[in-house]
């Protein structure tokens, strides 16, 4: 018992996610009408898209964490990081397994070559998020040393090109005159989110928020004054 509690008291957040994430996906499977819940054609299914757009939500969680603690000292957010974006990839993960499963990929009908568009956005961001997934844990961190930081400084990148295809997606075909513009409207909002979150990760804007920030916080050793060159090769591949 001991075990179990140590277990529980260590992991509560990790389940406590998890399970607000299954009532997700169950909720949102139970409510379509669709003849086949397995077809992922935006138009009639609309749980193909709500599997797009949950990922895209909790991506934008999980990035919101660590502002947050810059911000607030909220310390605890930076343990939901890691939960809330594992979530995110099971979300799009389920997202690109409806579009192999009705594509025919699987049995190689396609080719990624001959579908060039906003599908190619969304099947990079998926690599991207798949990579950061598989080196999420600690003995990866040590082995890849400083490049692990650098790999994951590619979310952002992963988010916006996520965020696009989902655009080119509501806007494009049938989708336009059918519902599209309505989801396009929401991912225009997730699109300058994920841009705010995106800038206030700069050193110098992070360092600046800080020290305007109301809130009492673990006293920090603030960096000297920043240069735009020593900021910009903080963010793109220097220690922080």
Sequence with gaps: ???????????????????????ILHMEYN??????????IA?????????????????LLSLLMTPL?????????????KPL???????VSAH?????????????????????????????SFVILALMALTSFKFMMKRMGRWWKRLHRLVYGAGILAIVHGLLAATTGKRAGMGGQESAQELRLYLAMMTILLVVRIPIINHTLQRL?????????????????????SFFGGKS
């Excluded at 018992?1 to 009532?23: D, E, G, P, Q, R």
């Excluded at 974006?85 to 979300?91: D, H, Q, R, V, W």
């Design 1 to 23: 018992m001991s075990t179990l509690s140590n277990f529980l008291k260590k992991h509560w957040h990790n389940i406590a996610l998890a399970i607000v994430a299954y009532v």
């Design 31 to 40: 409510y379509i009408c669709c003849p086949n819940k397995l077809q992922p």
């Design 69 to 81: 603690y810059n911000f607030t000292g909220w310390s605890f957010g930076l343990k939901l990081r």
């Design 85 to 91: 974006g594992l979530i995110a990839f099971f979300f």
């Design 43 to 59: 138009v009639t299914n609309p749980f193909f898209v709500a599997t797009s757009k949950w990922g895209i939500r909790f991506l």
């Design 213 to 233: 920030s109301p809130f009492k916080r673990r006293k920090r050793k603030l960096k000297p004054k920043y240069s735009l060159s020593t900021a910009m090769s």
């Design 96 to 124: 690109v397994f409806l579009f192999i499963y009705d594509n025919g990929y699987f049995a190689g009908e396609y080719g990624w070559a001959n579908r060039l568009g906003g599908r190619d956005f969304g099947a990079i």
